[in-house]
T-cell receptor, first 117, second 112 residues
């Protein structure tokens, strides 16, 4: 499978616990995005990387959220001290961009569904 | 900041009827992409529009970009049950950074 893969597909956790999700983008893609989606809403931007550099992070994003892409390949998204409001589908997407502009389509993974009890 | 409204929020049609969803921005856009998300699935890229007044067609789907590059539409002719899903516009604001923001989407249901 040469698409974007995310792990795990589902995660159930108790409030206050930390969780970490992984995303493996399409191998030659230099750009990687994290989005969050709740039922009936569009994907909400969280952060994105160009290679290993985190170029932008949503101002609405709590400090409990952190993302890394240490070698410019896979990425992890960690949520510390989870809250019930963090329950959502976390989507990863990748693209191959030439330059700094955004001109290319995003390829999405199947997402990680997080449920915080 | 950029505000994007997508209307309608929901649309139920009989198979064979046409369908249109509109995406309106408060700011001028560099480009706009459209995605489709099937129930239980993830967003899948449909098209990108870049030029003012651009019109692109994909079989029964017609995409338009407004002359002022502040709005866009997706029109489906003679809907089929395979068109069921939520259609999102994802505009890129001119001078507004490089992240794609997604509209609220239009959920399409097609009845036989």
């Amino acid at each position: 499978d040469t698409g974007v893969s995310q792990d795990p597909r589902h995660k159930i956790t108790k409030r206050g616990q930390n969780v970490t999700f992984r995303c493996d983008p399409i191998s030659e893609h230099n750009r990687l995005y994290w989005y969050r989606q709740t039922l009936g809403q569009g994907p909400e931007f969280l952060t994105y990387f160009q290679n290993e550099a985190q170029l932008e992070k949503s101002r609405l994003l709590s400090d409990r959220f952190s993302a890394e892409r240490p070698k410019g390949s896979f990425s992890t998204l960690e949520i510390q001290r989870t809250e019930q409001g963090d329950s959502a589908m976390y989507l990863c997407a990748s693209s191959l961009e030439v330059g700094s502009a955004t001109n290319e389509k995003l390829f999405f993974g199947s997402g990680t569904q997080l449920s915080v009890l | 900041g950029q505000q994007v409204m997508q209307i309608p929020q929901y649309q139920h049609v009989q198979e064979g009827e046409d369908f249109t969803t509109y995406c309106n921005s408060s700011t001028t856009l560099s480009n706009i992409q459209w995605y489709k998300q099937r129930p239980g699935g993830h967003p899948v890229f449909l098209i990108q529009l870049v030029k003012s007044g651009e019109v692109k067609k994909q079989k029964r789907l017609t995409f338009q970009f407004g002359e002022a590059k502040k709005n866009s539409s997706l029109h489906i002719t003679a809907t089929q049950t395979t068109d069921v899903g939520t259609y999102f516009c994802a505009p890129l604001s001119a001078g507004g950074g490089n992240k794609l923001t997604f509209g609220t989407g239009t959920q399409l249901k097609v009845e036989l």
